[in-house]
Every structure is written in structure tokens, then in C-alpha cells.
């Protein structure tokens, strides 16, 4: 089955408290999107493709020795409007695209290698990677179907009962959908919603709708799905980094 990636690499990054595009920040002197990059090609994909967007020339450059698609968002209206701007490059792609973002550079290959695995032994339209949390605050929940891969239902945060954020297992923005189901979703999905933003989160609400089945991969190392969107968090990622290259020395 072929492999497509997409990544996510188009956001400013407000809180990193500087205009270069927030994955061009360096972690152990390199940008982040390198890390995040060389994980994807790891996977052999036949497409990879780059979603870029503030100050986009400047990703573009720093990432052009890539063999990488690199396509603009602009304007930016939300994370299922960024991946829209990748069905062009892969219209005649048929078979799985991986979702990364390019601030989360501690993903694995062999985590993503497992989460595809689950996807296609189970025949899911979509899988979500997922991790539990000490404090899930902020997060979208996921609800499973006791004991099994099998979700019932991906819940924000702000909307979650009380019982819902009792649920330590939260959403970490990395996935992987059917091709051909991804992009018939985002041509129904709509910015009925505060933000006035397409959600990629609302094509799991398609699938749910249509009784399609969506999986969950819980990795065991949460660390792995940290992002980063203040200086604060980078400084966590860089050290996570050096202790990765700690362990392998």
C-alpha cells in the first residue's frame, strides 16, 4: 500500500516571541522541521508533501535540499485548510497519507511504523495517534471502545462532559487517513465554528456520521507527541533531544 506524508509547517508560532516561522526555531542546532522531515523520509513515501505559509520563502529555502513538495497556505483558515492545499500534488495519489506537524520533531519512526500498521490491519478510514497524559487539560479526549483500537468519539476539551475529561488519553494532532475518504471529507466540512476555521479534527466527525471505523495507537512514551509553542516547550523538546543522542551514544 503506498504512503504519502503530509506536513504541517505553515503557523506562525505567537508565542514563540519572534517572527521566524515557528519551525525554523532550532533544537540542538537544527530546525525543527529538519528532525520532523527526516522522520517521513524515513518511511520510504512515495509523496511527501510541505505545507507552508508565514514567511513561506524562508521555509521553502531552508528546506529545498529535501526531496520534498513544498505548497502554500494562503491565507491560513485552519488546519483541514492546510491539508486541502496538498490535493493537487496528490490527486492521483490512492493509498494512505500520514498527518505530522512540523513542530513535533520527538515522533518516531517506529511509532509511526506501528500506527500505519494498526491502520491497515484494521481497515480504518482513519487512525489517530495517541498518548495519556498526567494533566490532559486543553486536549482533545479520545473515547474508545472499552478494550479495542476502535473510536467512538474524539472530544474537545471546552465540550467534553465531565466525565469525558477524566479520560487521561488525548489527541496528538498525528495521523493517517484513507486517501481518497480524506479528501472527500474536507470538501464537506465548513467554518461553522467560533474560529471561522475548517477543523481537520470535523473529518472524524464525517467518519463517525457515515459508521466509518477510526482507530487509536496510544504510544507509551508521551514525550514523543510533545509540541511546541512557547520558548518554554522548546527548551523541553531540545532537552529530550540531547538525551535521545545521550542513549544512542
Known amino acids: 500500500m503506498a504512503l504519502a506524508v503530509i506536513i504541517m509547517a505553515a503557523g506562525k508560532g505567537t508565542r514563540m516571541k519572534s517572527d521566524l516561522p515557528k519551525v525554523l526555531h532550532s533544537a540542538n542546532g537544527r530546525p525543527l522541521i529538519e528532525y520532523v522531515i527526516d522522520t517521513a523520509l ?5 509523496q511527501t508533501v510541505l505545507i507552508i505559509g508565514h514567511l513561506a520563502e524562508l521555509v521553502r529555502n531552508a528546506t529545498s535540499r529535501y526531496p520534498v513538495a513544498a505548497v502554500v497556505q494562503e491565507p491560513q483558515l485552519g488546519t483541514g485548510h492546510a491539508v486541502m492545499q496538498a490535493e493537487n500534488t496528490l490527486h492521483d495519489f490512492n493509498g494512505d497519507i500520514l498527518i505530522l506537524s512540523g513542530d513535533a520533531p520527538l515522533v518516531r519512526k517506529d511509532t509511526l511504523e506501528k500506527l500505519i500498521s494498526l491502520h491497515r490491519a484494521d481497515h480504518a478510514v482513519a487512525t489517530v495517534l495517541t498518548a495519556d497524559l498526567e494533566n490532559p487539560a486543553g486536549y482533545g479526549r479520545i473515547i474508545r471502545e472499552n478494550g479495542t483500537e476502535h ?7 471546552k465540550d467534553a462532559s465531565e466525565e469525558e475529561r477524566m479520560v487521561k488519553e488525548i489527541n496528538s ?3 493517517v487517513f484513507d486517501a481518497r475518504m480524506l479528501f472527500r471529507a474536507l470538501g464537506q466540512i465548513t467554518t461553522d465554528n467560533a474560529q471561522k476555521e475548517y477543523y481537520l ?8 456520521r457515515n459508521g466509518q471505523k477510526v482507530c487509536a495507537f496510544k504510544t507509551d512514551n508521551p514525550a514523543e507527541i510533545l509540541g511546541i509553542n512557547t520558548p518554554e516547550q522548546l527548551q523541553e523538546v531540545e532537552q529530550e533531544l540531547r538525551s535521545r543522542e545521550g542513549r544512542i551514544a
Not at 42 to 46: A, G, V
Not at 151 to 157: F, G, S, W
Request: aromatic share 14%; with cysteine; proline share 4%.
Open 42 to 46: 524515513s518511511l520510504e513515501p512515495s
Open 173 to 175: 494532532g498525528v495521523y
Open 151 to 157: 473510536v467512538l468519539k474524539i472530544i474537545e476539551h
Open 201 to 208: 479534527t470535523d473529518v472524524f466527525g464525517i467518519c463517525f
